[in-house]
């Protein structure tokens, strides 16, 4: 009981983090909203008996990209009293639709797979996970690397243009 009702709690702490990451006008709190839904996803991890996976989310995650998230909003000009530019209504109903769509999709999945779950499973060793990542899912691992060197490359290029 205490378990379900601890994983509940850390999944609302990390939508509440969410949410105020979205919602926030200042990067650096929002970046610090995000710190909070990081950390509550990696409590989430631990009840889940995936210590590995929540030791590197806390190092990699909300140490390392989080440090460089606030060293690149310190480093960039930042304007608080700059007029936002306004966005055509329907562009703010087509993502809101397409929220509800991804909302709805996300909850039939939910109930599909619910039968299915069981969260009565051993922790895999350190072994089996790198046997897993460089074995079947090397692709998948590669294709990942190769999106977060995008995004790197694309925040050294909007960062020079700032410059």
Do not use: H, W
């Not at 350190?126 to 925040?155: C, D, K, R, T």
């Amino acid at each position: 009981m205490i378990y379900k009702l601890a994983i509940y709690a850390l999944g609302a702490l990390a939508a509440a983090g969410t949410l105020a990451m979205l919602f926030q006008t200042n990067p650096l709190r929002a970046a610090l909203s995000m710190l909070v839904t990081l950390i509550a996803t990696a409590g989430i991890y631990i009840l889940l008996s995936a210590e590995l996976v929540a030791f590197l989310q806390v190092i990699v995650y909300a140490g390392a990209i989080m440090v460089l998230f606030i060293i690149a909003i310190n480093t960039l000009p930042f304007d608080p009293a700059a007029e936002k530019p306004q966005r055509p209504t329907f562009l703010r109903l087509a993502g809101l639709a397409g929220a509800a769509v991804l909302l709805a999709e996300l909850l039939q999945l939910t109930l599909t797979f619910k039968a299915r779950l069981d969260l009565s499973f051993a922790p895999q060793p350190v072994n089996g996970l790198a046997a897993l990542l460089f074995g079947p899912y090397a692709f998948q691992f590669e294709l990942l690397s190769l999106l977060v060197l995008s995004g790197i490359v694309g925040a050294v290029v909007a960062a020079k243009r700032k410059l």
